[in-house]
């Protein structure tokens, strides 16, 4: 199975960008459809995008398209998100996930552990 680790959380201001990283191992990132998730205090995990296998397409939540974009690269076996015109409402823990061509690439099998981006107004 693939284990999962997020980098690249921080404290920034409003209006500012930070790029989230998750290394992958155990198995190539290739075989899985790689999301992002986040979860703010007090409120449901929630979907932010998710790239196929071949990160030809990807979609995103109406909440944070046009600011953020998801990218792999699968040489390097890791999965990124770009994420500028950052605003108060991105604070939450950040999740990087992996769905298994097992589920269809429908389920989320894998999780990393989290990072954490606070934007202050």
């Known amino acids: 199975q693939v284990q999962l680790v997020e980098s690249g959380g921080g404290l920034v201001q409003t209006g500012d960008s930070l790029r989230l990283s998750c290394a992958a191992s155990?198995?190539?990132?290739?075989?899985?459809?790689m999301g992002w998730f986040r979860q703010a205090p007090g409120k449901e995990r929630e979907f932010v995008a998710h790239?196929?296998?071949?990160?030809?397409?990807?979609v995103y939540s109406d909440s944070v398209k046009g600011r953020f974009t998801i990218s792999r690269d699968n040489s390097k076996n890791a999965v990124y998100l770009q994420m500028n015109s950052l605003k108060p409402e991105d604070t939450a823990d950040y999740y990087c996930?992996?769905?298994?061509?097992?589920?269809?690439?429908?389920?989320?099998?894998?999780w990393g552990q989290g990072t954490q981006v606070t934007v202050s107004a």
């Open positions: 996930a992996a769905a298994p061509f097992r589920t269809g690439y429908n389920s989320y099998d894998y």
């Open positions: 790239v196929v296998m071949s990160g030809g397409s990807t």
């Open positions: 155990g198995r190539a990132v290739s075989m899985y459809k």
